[in-house]
């Protein structure tokens, strides 16, 4: 027997408006990794990188849309964005950015401990231990947030300020 609920669309629930209170407490959570990174002193611009390569791994649309205009906002580079998916292939992104990403990714799926030691042994020789815990910690959210997008099934909307085809 299932519940009827007004909450979400077709056959998804939003979590996140079922439970607010829970959804409120990882915003909370959200809030404090956020002063985590800033105080290790990751800037707004790698924050979305890793958000952006996380939700790239979790194919979490929804996410996806916020954070490349987050990271635009910011001052990201299309051009960045556009190969961030590739990014070892890249000369792009210097030698801090690669062991972000790869410690995001590390993160994002850690049963894969070959590639979890070798993030963690770049990281290592490119990050503080501050810049190491906080690229984790916001890895660790974003994660958070794409189960509770994906699972809902949050939709991506057109952007009022996109060109039409």
């Keep these: 027997m299932t ?13 996140d408006k079922q439970h607010p209170d829970a959804y409120r407490a990882l915003a909370a959570t959200a809030e404090a990794v ?3 990174a800033a105080a290790a002193g990751l800037d707004r611009l790698l924050v979305e990188l890793i ?4 939700s790239q791994l979790n194919a979490c649309a929804y996410c996806l849309d916020l954070h490349t205009r987050a990271a635009l906002r910011a001052g990201e580079t299309a051009q ?10 890249t000369e ?5 950015e690669r062991a972000v990403l ?3 990714e590390a993160t994002t799926h850690p049963a894969d401990a ?3 030691s ?3 042994a770049g990281a290592r020789a490119a990050l503080t231990d501050a810049e190491i815990s906080a690229v984790i910690w916001v890895a660790i959210t974003m994660n958070a947030f794409n189960r509770v997008s994906v699972m809902s099934k949050h939709p991506v909307r057109k952007n009022p300020g996109t060109p039409a085809r």
């Design 102 to 104: 790869a410690l995001a």
């Design 80 to 89: 960045r964005l556009g190969v961030l998916a590739a990014w070892r292939d």
């Design 92 to 96: 792009l992104f210097d030698a801090r």
């Design 118 to 120: 070798a993030a963690y």
């Design 34 to 36: 956020k002063g985590v």
């Design 3 to 15: 519940e009827t609920t007004a909450v979400g669309t077709g056959d998804r629930v939003f979590i």
């Design 114 to 116: 070959g590639a979890q």
């Design 51 to 54: 958000n952006l390569r996380v």
